[in-house]
């Protein structure tokens, strides 16, 4: 599957023994392992197992969204890729030079993208694409170690609260020091934090977030990133 290659799935990293930032047959959620157990009964052709980070491994910007979608990730194997999410997100990522082509079909298209990596905050599909506390928890170790590893990222673009939070967990800071709204930015540790109301069907329907705001947000993100 493309994309694996590009992360290691050992605990070592650069001859360093450090925590993986991907486990592709991790199941330490047992509710997330069943859930993908039985989706996968039913599409036998849905990829159904942890999705991995997808780019660049020398990033500047990292991308974190929430968890694969049924019929986006967790049928492709890569993060946004099949879903109504992806079809914005990656519309803009080529308009700002980020990605090889508009859109992302399949985890084989051959589709690269320039100085950005694109990660979930929970690896795995959850029922009505809504994970537990817990489990969003458990999983922020890979988070947390491709934040650490991923030594050239300058900005994390976190798409949505759960995504805000996550960053902030793995990076070893309280969330009520950094408050979530569309367009802000925090100054971490090593990375500016870049918000950004989700690119959900549901946001961009409701017009909560616009085209025009989610070229700003990738507008800036780069600005910062490559300055």
Known sequence: MAGYAEFPRSPFFHGERMSPIFDPGCRQC????????????????????PVPPFGDPQARILIVGLAPGMHGA???GRPFTGDHAGILLYQTLYNHGLASGPSSVAADDGL?????????????LPPANKPLPAEI??????LRAEIAQS??????????LIAHAAVLRACD????EFRFGHASEHQLKNHVLLNSYHCSRYNTQTRRLTTEMFEAIFKRARDLALA
């Open 74 to 76: 967790n049928r492709s």
């Open 30 to 49: 047992p509710r997330l392992a069943a859930f993908l157990d039985s989706v996968h009964i039913d599409n036998p052709g849905y990829y159904c197992r």
């Open 151 to 160: 030594r050239s990222v300058r900005v994390i673009v976190a798409l949505g």
């Open 137 to 142: 928890k458990t999983c922020n170790q890979y």
């Open 173 to 176: 800071l309280r969330a009520g």
């Open 112 to 124: 690269t993208l320039i100085n950005t990596r694109i990660t979930n905050s929970v690896k795995c």
